[in-house]
């Protein structure tokens, strides 16, 4: 049974940093892609960050571009998605994905794309 686990949420003022984390077992991040999600109350859930199963390719969104870095470490079967200058904006919560490719800079921007999810993990910027 796949399980990813979401961790490294909270509460920070704006500018302030937070690093999410998602581990997974059952399934191996290296066998695809890995998305991160987000999703603020009533609003749709939306992608925000991806990597390739060739680690060095990721994509971002606009909003967060230059800001969030997604990276992996396959040792240890983690994704981990580091959020600086945060904005309340940014308050969601946030969720990891993954999904099986047999292409190396693959990055979908679909949530129908992904196969595996996690549970999520609530990010909440104060102004």
């Known amino acids: 049974q796949v399980q990813l686990v979401e961790s490294g949420g909270g509460s920070v003022q704006a500018g302030g940093s937070l690093r999410l984390s998602c581990v997974a077992s059952?399934?191996?991040?290296?066998?695809?892609?890995v998305g991160w999600f987000r999703q603020a109350p009533g609003k749709e859930r939306g992608w925000v960050a991806g990597v390739a199963r060739f680690t060095y390719f990721t994509n971002y969104a606009d909003a967060v571009k230059g800001r969030f870095t997604i990276y992996r470490e396959n040792g240890k079967n983690t994704v981990y998605l580091q959020m600086n200058s945060l904005k309340p904006e940014d308050t969601a919560m946030y969720y990891c994905?993954?999904?099986?490719?047999?292409?190396?800079?693959?990055?979908?921007?679909?949530?129908?794309?992904?196969?595996?999810w996690g549970q999520g993990t609530q990010v909440t910027v104060s102004s």
């Open positions: 059952g399934y191996t991040f290296s066998g695809g892609f």
């Open positions: 994905a993954a999904g099986r490719s047999e292409l190396v800079n693959e990055v979908p921007l679909s949530k129908g794309a992904y196969e595996y």
